[in-house]
T-cell receptor
Framework: GAVVSQHPSWVICKSGTSVKIECRSL??????MFWYRQFPKQSLMLMAT???????TYEQGVEKDKFLINHASLTLSTLTVTSAHPEDSSFYIC???WGGGTDTQYFGPGTRLTVL | GENVEQHPSTLSVQEGDSAVIKCTYS??????FPWYKQELGKRPQLIID?????GEKKDQRIAVTLNKTAKHFSLHITETQPEDSAVYFC????????????FGKGTHLIIQP
């Protein structure tokens, strides 16, 4: 149980284009989903927290107009990187939980984004 | 906000020996402390977690201890095996039950045959 999927697993795009990443909880309803990014050989950095049906809460330093998050259902959250630039190239990983910060977070397999 | 420090950054141990990774946190409101194992290019996998109402938790060869007063928690792996080689991350929530996790910088555990 508690399986989280992400799509696509990797994407290469040109600078200036937008990329959408999907995160799905396959066998449970995720009240809360989180988006992290991870640069090579570094730790995971929380970007934003999204609760179903409400606006995402972004961490300090993360541009909400650049990283659009939508959590339209209890099993799906999307992250759209708008007008992507090479410095946005990273590993984006989502996680999902039943509730808030004290509930176990199950991670998706990640999406490798490369912006040329 | 929460700040999590993790040591060491690299740990090499002989197969069969024990490994210990230590983390400290800054936010006294944090009440959930998971440990994740991540292999290269793969997702973090939860290996054990502990909540602030207990001081120790064990699952076979893996144990975690928590000292709330000192704000530190540790991962202990006994009888290490080659498949234990990976990067291990500790994490803490921000408290209040609503926030994501703050991760330590990770420990690259190398099991020498």
């Amino acid at each position: 149980g508690a399986v989280v999927s992400q799509h696509p697993s990797w994407v290469i795009c040109k600078s200036g284009t937008s990329v959408k990443i999907e995160c799905r909880s396959l066998d449970f309803q995720a009240t809360t989903m989180f988006w992290y990014r991870q640069f090579p050989k570094q730790s995971l950095m929380l970007m934003a927290t999204s609760n179903e049906g409400s606006k995402a809460t972004y961490e300090q330093g993360v541009e909400k107009d650049k990283f659009l998050i939508n959590h339209a259902s209890l099993t799906l959250s999307t992250l759209t990187v708008t007008s992507a630039h090479p410095e946005d190239s990273s590993f984006y990983i989502c996680s999902a939980s039943w509730g808030g910060g004290t509930d176990t977070q199950y991670f998706g397999p990640g999406t490798r984004l490369t912006v040329l | 906000g929460e700040n999590v420090e993790q040591h060491p950054s690299t740990l090499s141990v002989q197969e069969g020996d024990s490994a210990v990774i230590k983390c400290t946190y800054s936010d006294s409101a944090s009440n959930y402390f998971p440990w994740y194992k991540q292999e290269l290019g793969k997702r973090p996998q939860l290996i054990i977690d502990i909540r602030s109402n207990v001081g120790e938790k064990k699952d076979q060869r893996i144990a975690v201890t928590l000292n709330k007063t000192a704000k530190h928690f540790s991962l202990h792996i006994t009888e290490t095996q080659p498949e234990d080689s990976a990067v291990y991350f500790c994490a803490a929530n921000a408290g209040g039950g609503a926030d994501g996790l703050t991760f330590g910088k990770g420990t690259h555990l190398i099991i020498q045959p």
